[in-house]
């Protein structure tokens, strides 16, 4: 019986080593939702049912790369979003003659958003941790 189990193991590790396919069936769902914003419908499932593994992995691969396309869009805009932002930001410290975290608390007020810097950051389309300044780089 235990022989019979480390073969098993060991045919498990050779058969990963020689695998050619990434797909994980177990989180396509999630790897679509990135990718589109939204869970996979009836027509991409009956699509995925089926597809032999080859075409699964063309598949997930061309998820992957939408996916990246995605993230990539909205750091450009989140992005955006913080030069108008901070522009917004000189404009109350020129005008009202305040600080940025005066300007911050104006916007909390503007958007009722009870003081919640994450909330905020939502609803301008910023970065999270850009308004609180703890802000992750390289994300």
């Known amino acids: 019986m ?21 797909f994980d069936e177990n989180i396509v769902s999630d790897l679509y939702k990135e990718a589109y914003g939204t869970r996979p419908r009836e027509g991409f499932w009956a699509e995925w049912d089926a597809a032999n593994n080859d075409e699964k992995q063309r598949i997930w691969d061309n998820l992957l790369d939408t996916a990246d396309r995605a993230a990539e869009m909205e750091l450009e805009c989140q992005l955006e979003a913080e030069r108008e932002l901070n522009e917004h930001f000189r404009r109350v410290v020129d005008i009202a003659g305040g600080t940025r975290e005066d300007a911050i608390r104006y916007l909390h007020d503007a958007y009722d958003t009870n003081g919640s ?23």
């Open 2 to 22: 235990i022989l019979h189990v480390v073969f098993a193991n060991l045919c498990c590790i050779v058969c990963f080593m020689d695998n050619k396919y990434t």
């Open 117 to 139: 810097n994450e909330y905020l950051e939502y609803i301008l389309g910023v970065r999270y941790g850009y308004l609180s300044g703890s802000l992750k780089v390289g994300f």
